[in-house]
C-alpha cells in the first residue's frame, strides 16, 4: 500500500540521457505545457555561464490518487507528510465525482507538492448540465494546480451511465481538452477499441491511460499515439 492508501501509482522520474533519448517514466513528458510540477532544472551548476546543466534529481511521483475521498479526511496532512517521507514528491489528485471538484482543487491549493485535474468521469456523465463543460474551463482558466483533465472516458464494465451518454459527453470533453492543450487522464473499461478510435479521431496526444487492462497490442498504439500506460498493481 503506498502513502496515500490503497495500492501505490509511482513513476520513477530521470534525466534523459546523453543521446536525446526518455530515461525512465515521464521524462518525456515533462514539458513547461505538461505538467509544471514535474519541471525541474534547467538552471546551471551554480549558475555559471557555460557550466554542466545541473542533473535532475530521481524522486517519485503518485500521478493517480484521490485525496478528496472520505477515506483521508481526517487524516489528510498525515496522508502528505507519509508520501513526502516515503519520497513521493508530488502528488496529483484525480477528479471523479462533479460534486466534489471544488474540494479536490482546494486540496490541491493547500498543498505545494500537490496538483489535480478536473472532468466528468463516465459514471458521471448522466449528472452534467448544459453549461458543465463551461464552467469547468473557466476553472481551468482561473486555478494554476489543474495541470491535466480527467479521468474521462469509457466504462462498459459497470455501466452507471447510458453508453450512448457516455459517448456524447467523452467526445466533448476530448473537444475540450484539445481546446485547452492538457493531458488527459483516460478511464477505459471494456471499451478499449471505441475509446482508442474516439482519442485517434479527436487529435489529441498527451496523457495517461488510467489502469491499464488492454493487450499489448492496445499498449503499443497507445504508445504510438504519444500516451503513457498505468499498469495496475
Known sequence: AGPTG???RLTLLRRP???GRAGVGVAAAVTPGHLPALCRGGRSEGGREGARPRRWIAMWVDSHCHLDFPDFADELDAVVARAEAAGVTTLLTISTHLSRIERVIAI?????NVFCTVGIHPHDVAKAGEDTLDALKQLVLTHKKIVAYG????????NIS???????MFGQQLDLVKELNLPVVIHDREAHRQSLDMIQASG??????HCFSGDYD???KCIDLGFYISIPG
Open 151 to 158: 479521468e474521462i472516458g469509457l466504462d462498459y464494465f459497470r
Open 108 to 112: 490541491a491549493e493547500r498543498f505545494a
Open 204 to 209: 489529441v496526444r498527451r496523457g495517461v491511460f
Open 6 to 8: 490503497g495500492r501505490a
Open 162 to 168: 447510458r453508453q450512448e451518454i457516455q459517448v456524447e
Open 218 to 220: 492496445m499498449a503499443r
Open 17 to 19: 540521457d546523453a543521446g
